[in-house]
T-cell receptor
Framework: QQQVKQSPQSLIVQKGGISIINCAYE??????FPWYQQFPGKGPALLIA?????SEKKEGRFTISFNKSAKQFSLHIMDSQPGDSATYFC????????????FGGGTRLMVKP | GAVVSQHPSWVICKSGTSVKIECRSL??????MFWYRQFPKQSLMLMAT?????????EQGVEKDKFLINHASLTLSTLTVTSAHPEDSSFYIC??????????FGPGTRLLVL
């Protein structure tokens, strides 16, 4: 049973546009929601993370929006750049962020120049 | 920042041989490390949780006798793929719970079994 569902599977955005990736979770015990960026042949790198006590967190061009009642969270990439082209994974865990992560299926983002 | 390394970065081996992959936390101690497997264009699949000084916890469907995990110190966990076969070819990634309650990932090891 996939506990974290991610959409879309792939996304094409023009340079300067906004990229939006959505995730939905089932387990209400999840209380830590990170987003990871992965380039081909590399390990995932933490982009930004949020806990349920806030509805939004922004770091530079990256924003997480969190809707606890809907059990959904999303990543917004503002002013998308070709260098943002990568695969993005949402994830969720319980308690300490060093605990086991449940990953979404991933979104392959391509930003066209 | 916290860094996790993996060695080797890629390995090619013959079917039937065993391959050991090392995962090290370079500048922090990690009581818990995780091993993932990733097929092309797919998400990360957790294989096992490695706890320092104790037996690893394997996810359902992962053969513990085939994928041997040893977490002998707070900075090193190893994954040994025993009697590797072509279907074991994959991208293996480790991670470790590090500072600021964040999980850090290694760069991955690509295994190709001929």
């Amino acid at each position: 049973q996939q506990q974290v569902k991610q959409s879309p599977q792939s996304l094409i955005v023009q340079k300067g546009g906004i990229s939006i990736i959505n995730c939905a979770y089932e387990n209400t015990a999840f209380d830590y929601f990170p987003w990871y960026q992965q380039f081909p042949g590399k390990g995932p790198a933490l982009l930004i993370a949020i806990r349920p006590d806030v509805s939004e967190k922004k770091e530079g061009r990256f924003t997480i929006s969190f809707n606890k009642s809907a059990k959904q969270f999303s990543l917004h990439i503002m002013d998308s750049q070709p260098g943002d082209s990568a695969t993005y994974f949402c994830a969720a865990s319980i308690g300490n962020a060093g605990n086991m992560l449940t990953f979404g299926g991933g979104t392959r983002l391509m930003v066209k120049p | 920042g916290a860094v996790v390394s993996q060695h080797p970065s890629w390995v090619i081996c013959k079917s039937g041989t065993s391959v050991k992959i090392e995962c090290r936390s370079l500048d922090f101690q990690a009581t818990t490390m995780f091993w993932y497997r990733q097929f092309p264009k797919q998400s990360l699949m957790l294989m096992a949780t490695s706890n320092e000084g104790s037996k690893a916890t394997y996810e359902q469907g992962v053969e513990k006798d085939k994928f041997l995990i040893n977490h002998a110190s707070l900075t090193l966990s190893t994954l040994t793929v025993t009697s590797a076969h072509p279907e074991d070819s994959s991208f293996y990634i480790c991670s470790a719970g590090g500072p600021a309650e964040t999980q850090y990932f290694g760069p991955g090891t690509r295994l190709l079994v001929l």
